[in-house]
Nanobody, 118 residues
């Protein structure tokens, strides 16, 4: 059974950092063949792309809402995948989802709550 499990969410102060992790398991081909992304869904809004891990030699095209503050990366073993969030704002409050795409399907994690509030 293919699984994506997010961790590291919770309550953060405005201006503070938070790092999300996405751990993949059950993918027989390994995480190296997966295209990994982070999405988020804020209250009352539709789910939106946050970042996709880039191909070699390419830069990440972050949405303006997170540009300069968020960074997607992978561990040296390509698992887990991270979303480093700095200078958090209240409008970053959302459920964050890890996704993986291979030749067979698109897979979603359960989502993890991030709340930015003082």
């Amino acid at each position: 059974q293919e699984q994506l499990v997010e961790s590291g969410g919770g309550l953060a102060q405005p201006g503070g950092p938070l790092r999300l992790s996405c751990t993949a398991s059950g993918f027989t081909g390994g995480i190296s063949v997966l295209t990994m992304s982070w999405y988020r869904q804020a209250p009352g809004l539709k789910r939106a792309l946050v970042a996709t891990h880039p191909k070699f030699g390419h830069a990440v095209n972050y949405p303006r809402a997170v540009q300069g503050r968020f960074t997607i990366s992978r561990d040296k073993a390509n698992n887990p995948v991270y979303l480093q969030m700095n200078n958090l704002k209240p409008e970053d409050t959302a459920v964050y989802f890890c996704t993986a795409i291979n030749d067979a399907s698109t897979y979603w994690g359960q989502g993890i709550q991030v709340t930015v509030s003082s």
